[in-house]
């Protein structure tokens, strides 16, 4: 197999990597910078399709047999990834400065809920699993099987989003998405799941849970 699929993923991670770096510098609100990184990967994507690098035909629906599937990962990422950030929270106590901009991004009504709801739906979902599922954990598996690929691209994944306490919640989410994908061979599954546990986390700090 040529090199140039895992050049590409390499790329479009350092590209990802920028982004949030430059995204960090940008004049604009807090609540709406946090959605710059995904709107650049949703555009990546769209460019990553229109040079065929990827398939629509990757986003087909899941089929009937993989439902079960799909719902013991939506199951298994809820519990371990919340359960993991709050252990995280709990015992290795991030800065005040730190917690100070989370609270910024947390829903504090039925409106900001929703709408944080629809872009996690409609951009950051599949923005992320189209590049780090499709691309990045696509292109390794190609090259090194799937469980080499799975351990790596979910690292990747966590790694790419330059946040220390959040590096152990995402990499379970990066482990849950990229087995949903292999077992169903569908990337909407992913997306699914990744979906879902993002609106959890949503509805869970709007309840202050």
């Known amino acids: 197999m040529s090199d140039r699929p895992l050049h590409e993923a390499a790329l479009a991670v350092l590209s990802v990597v920028a982004v949030v770096i430059l995204s960090s510098y ?3 609100q807090e609540s709406i910078r946090v959605y710059t990184p995904s709107l650049a990967l949703l555009a990546l ?4 399709h229109l040079t065929g690098r990827l398939s629509t035909s990757m986003y087909r629906p899941p089929g009937r047999a993989s439902i079960p599937m799909i719902a013991s990962s939506v199951v298994g990422v809820v519990v371990t990834a919340q359960f993991t950030s709050y252990l995280v929270f709990q015992f290795l106590s991030p800065p005040e400065t730190y917690l100070d901009s989370l609270r910024r991004l947390i829903p504090t009504t039925p409106q ?3 709408l944080s709801t629809v872009m996690m739906w ?8 189209s590049i780090f599922r499709g691309l990045v954990f696509g292109s390794l598996r190609a090259v090194m099987g799937f469980g080499k690929a799975l351990a790596l691209s979910s690292a990747v994944f966590a790694l ?5 306490w959040r590096i152990p919640p995402t990499l ?3 482990l849950f998405t990229g087995l949903a994908y292999h077992r169903t061979g569908t990337l909407s599954s992913a997306i699914i799941v990744h979906g879902v546990n993002n609106t959890a986390s949503l509805i869970f700090s709007y309840l202050n849970l």
């Open 26 to 28: 940008l004049p604009i």
């Open 45 to 48: 994507t769209a460019i990553l």
């Open 112 to 114: 900001s809920l929703l």
């Open 122 to 129: 409609l951009v950051v979902a599949p923005a992320e699993e």
């Open 160 to 164: 790419a989003h330059l946040d220390p």
């Open 172 to 174: 379970l989410v990066g």
